[in-house]
C-alpha cells in the first residue's frame, strides 16, 4: 500500500482540527449547560459554591483552548492550501482534489460561524 500523499495528510490534519473544534464547541455548551442548572438549583447543597467555582473554572479553560485552536486550523488551512496548488500542478487524483477542496470550504464555513 503506497503511503499518503502530503495532499491527503494536510487534508487529514486539517479535518481532524475543525472534528476538535466542534467537540469543545460541545463540550462548552454541556458546561455552560450544567452551570446554569446548578445557579438556578433550589436545593441547599453545602458544596454548592465549590461546585460552582469548579464548572466556572472548567467553563474558562475551555474557552482558553479556542485561540491556539483556531490558530492551527488557519496555519494548517493555509498549507491545505498550499499543496493543493501543488498537487494540482503535479497531477494529484481527482478524488483528493476533490476531498481537499471540500474539507476547505467546511473549515472555512466553521471558522466563521464561531
Not at 466542534?22 to 442548572?37: I, P
Not at 436545593?43 to 474558562?60: D, G, P, T, V
Not at 479556542?66 to 496548488?85: G, S, V
Request: overall charge negative; aromatic content about 2%; charged content about 35%.
Amino acid at each position: 500500500m503506497a503511503p499518503p500523499s502530503p495532499l491527503a495528510i494536510a487534508t487529514g490534519s486539517v479535518q481532524r482540527l475543525v472534528k476538535e473544534e466542534t467537540s469543545y464547541h460541545k463540550e462548552l455548551k454541556n458546561q455552560e449547560a450544567r452551570l446554569e442548572k446548578l445557579v438556578n438549583s433550589t436545593e441547599e447543597n453545602e458544596n454548592k459554591e465549590y461546585q460552582l467555582k469548579q464548572e466556572r473554572a472548567a467553563i474558562e479553560e475551555t474557552k482558553a483552548v479556542f485561540p491556539p485552536l483556531r490558530q492551527r486550523i488557519t496555519d494548517a488551512l493555509a498549507k491545505l492550501e498550499e499543496k493543493l496548488e501543488a498537487g494540482q500542478a503535479s497531477g494529484a487524483s481527482e478524488e483528493e482534489v476533490k476531498k481537499a477542496q471540500e474539507v476547505i470550504t467546511l473549515a472555512k464555513e466553521a471558522t466563521k460561524e464561531k
